[in-house]
């Protein structure tokens, strides 16, 4: 695809001068098919191909901001821009997988990729609320639905059961104690929490019928949240139509820093631990949107790091015969002093993650001009501030696996001297990096040298 691509899944932007892009063909939206009869398919453009699925889902205009074609694959996802060809770049899909994904030659050759539509990446969340359309709510529904039970956005315990609850309610109606449909709360259970807390011991069912056997603690929970929102949509004795529960899990998924992120793959250096300082790398997802970067532990599935464009510099590297890595820079402290950390993450698609960041702030700062409003708050750019006072209890709970565990990370302390790179307990001289969010608002500043400077 001439070099091109979107924003993605595992995946994202490509090239600095591509970084927004996603027979009869077919394309899935809430894992659905949509089957398109469409002309010239080889020379047929993304946006061509957006109007043909919005015509036969019968979706208002407003979905041609809201979602976008992805053509995705187990190795790779990309967001297309409306000038690409679905066709011509999947046959040039081997090709995407050997530039960035670490895939074997024989599951490149295995891999075949579909057309999705999806969420746009960039669609800002904030204009998602003023969404009023019940199937477009629908669609987006499902998308999150799917991020939330596949576990690619982790989430505590007590928000999977309450955004589990709002899925049986979605599914099975109003809660009500005894009914015959109950009994699909638990041969389903997978349906309504991530599998990780679909343990199957005591019988859901049995208690959703009063008969006094006990749920186990996933289910328990689940069926205490589901009661709690019968109770609040029954309020004046009136049934919430579905639209009200499709906004109400969306909003809850806004509480989750990653909502509505591209996804990509990478590897982080792992602390040194034991007396041969031993470390090993771990793999990791990166989530990018127009608000920040967040940096997932794959196989724990909580939050290592999370920053904000105002709390970041950045940059990436492709030394030849090297493996790329994008380099994030950040506020930190080593043993109560003020530090530069870096931290490298380990990926082949570090160029599209730091064309993406740079892609998302440009978008950002135009979409939100700084104000006099703005100045008291600091987030003049920030394109869900209305969603903020939602979004800071969220991060305050303890032991959240959206709550930065820097701990867990290898990072490189510095300070810049003049004369070189120490890696010492330093206090910062300037940043190591030139490409950071330029707003005055910014907490990302240059902490000044004391008389004093401890070396390492």
């Known amino acids: 695809m001439d070099g091109t691509e979107g924003s993605a899944g595992q995946p994202g932007p490509a090239e600095r001068s591509h970084r927004s892009s996603v027979s009869s063909v077919g394309a899935r939206a809430d894992d659905t098919v949509v089957p398109l009869a469409v002309e010239n398919l080889p020379s047929l453009s993304a946006h061509e191909l957006h109007r043909a699925v919005r015509e036969v889902l019968q979706l208002p205009d407003i979905a041609l901001d809201v979602f976008a074609l992805w053509l995705v694959s187990p190795l790779l996802e990309v967001q297309l821009k409306p000038k690409h060809q679905p066709y011509k770049l999947g046959r040039q899909w081997p090709e995407l997988l050997l530039r960035f994904t670490s895939a074997p030659d024989d599951d490149v050759a295995m891999d075949e990729p579909f057309l999705q539509f999806r969420r746009n990446v960039f669609f800002p969340k904030r204009r998602e609320l003023q969404i009023h359309d019940e199937e477009v709510l629908r669609l987006l529904y499902e998308e999150a639905k799917g991020n939330v039970l596949a576990a690619r956005y982790p989430c505590d315990v007590e928000d999977c059961e309450a955004l589990g609850a709002l899925v049986c309610r979605v599914q099975l109606g109003p809660y009500q104690p005894g009914r015959p449909a109950a009994c ?51 309020d004046g004795g009136c049934e919430a139509a579905l639209g009200t529960h499709y906004r109400a899990y969306l909003l809850k998924c806004h509480e989750l820093p990653f909502y509505g992120c591209a996804f990509f793959h990478g590897e982080v250096d792992k602390p040194a631990q ?80 730091s064309s993406l ?95 004093s400077l401890e070396q390492g």
């Open 357 to 451: 960041i740079e892609y998302c702030i440009e978008l950002s700062q135009a979409a939100e001009p700084a104000g006099p409003q703005d100045s008291a708050t600091g987030s003049p750019s920030d394109p869900s501030s209305s969603l903020a006072p939602v979004q800071r209890p969220k991060l305050r709970r303890q032991g959240s696996v959206v709550s930065s565990r820097i701990q867990h990370l290898s990072t490189i302390d510095y300070v810049e001297d003049g004369k070189g790179i120490r890696r010492v307990k330093p206090k910062r001289t300037t940043s190591f990096f030139s490409r950071q969010l330029s707003l005055g608002q910014g907490s990302y500043t240059v902490v000044q040298p004391g008389d």
């Open 184 to 234: 699909d709360l638990r041969e389903k259970l997978d349906s309504f929490l991530p599998a990780h807390l679909c343990k199957r011991g005591q019988s859901l069912f049995a208690a959703l019928r009063g008969r006094g056997a006990r749920a186990g603690p996933g289910e328990q929970g689940l069926l205490n949240a589901y009661r709690q929102v019968q109770e609040v949509s029954s």
């Open 274 to 353: 034991g007396f041969l300082h031993r470390g090993g790398r771990k793999p990791v997802s990166v989530a990018i949107s127009l608000e920040g970067v967040h940096v997932i532990d794959s196989r724990e599935k909580h939050v290592l790091l999370g920053l904000r464009f105002q709390e970041l510099s950045w940059d990436h590297t492709s030394p030849e015969e090297e493996e790329p890595i994008l380099w994030l820079e950040f506020d930190g402290d080593s043993e109560g002093t003020p530090v530069n950390k870096l931290l490298k993450i380990y990926s082949k698609q570090a160029e599209l993650m």
